[in-house]
């Protein structure tokens, strides 16, 4: 069953500004995951943060999670039009062996 | 190089034939993964072997069958492909089981049945 929800469905920002998008999901888990998805391609991992972690960096990517309220977010400062994609959340649930992909949202930068 | 790569990339049949999909990994991953993505962009998991192994079978039609001849191997055949099968088929891999670890994705497979 789909377990993540991304919010915005779909952001269109301008070149150099930061884009936020959110993740709301059900149940317990042990890990959440964002990838993305270029048009036409595979998904790439971006990052990965565990239950017991609140906040995590990657370069321009600021991924935290509140397991009080279900949620995730994450951040790209300093966006580029080569952010142009779609971003996934996934989530591990408990004691499952599976990833659960969120719908995915797009984001459109415009140079 | 390539880390994870599917063949064929686009894949057109008629309802009714069997059709496969290969996929192989040069990473080293012990664990291997089918997913499908529909029209909408919702991506499913399908099947997952590990080593081998198989310890993901989704609710998916009986058609669709996995063979994993080697832990760097992972092909689907579908079986009386229906109209409702034309999707893109994703082949993933990560070096362990449980969802714990990134995944490498492949290129996809977009399965036109007409």
């Known amino acids: 069953s789909q377990q993540g929800e991304e919010d915005p469905q779909a952001l269109s920002i301008q070149e150099g500004e930061n884009a936020t998008m959110n993740c709301s999901y059900k149940t317990s888990i042990n890990n959440l995951q964002w990838y993305r998805q270029n048009s036409g391609r595979g998904l790439v991992h971006l990052i990965l943060?565990?239950?017991?972690?609140r906040e995590k960096h990657s370069g321009r990517l600021r991924v935290t999670l509140d397991t009080s309220k279900k949620s995730s977010s994450l951040l790209i400062t300093a966006s580029r039009a080569a952010d142009t994609a779609s971003y996934f959340c996934a989530t591990r649930q408990g004691g499952s062996e599976k990833l659960v992909f969120g719908k995915g949202m797009k984001l459109t930068v415009n140079p | 190089d390539t880390a994870v790569s599917q063949t064929p990339k686009y894949l057109v049949t008629q309802m009714g034939n069997d059709k496969s999909i290969k996929c192989e990994q040069n990473l080293g991953h012990d664990t291997m993964y089918w997913y499908k993505q529909d029209s909408k962009k919702f991506l499913k998991i399908m099947f997952s072997y590990n080593n081998k192994e198989l310890i993901i079978n989704e609710t998916v039609p009986n058609r669709f069958s996995p063979k994993s001849p080697d832990k760097a191997h992972l092909n689907l055949h579908i079986n009386s492909l229906e109209l409702g099968d034309s999707a893109v088929y994703f082949c993933?891999?990560?070096?362990?089981?449980?969802?714990?670890?990134?995944?490498?994705f492949g290129p996809g497979t977009r399965l036109t049945v007409t």
């Open positions: 993933a891999s990560s070096s362990f089981r449980g969802g714990s670890y990134e995944q490498y």
């Open positions: 943060i565990r239950s017991n972690e």
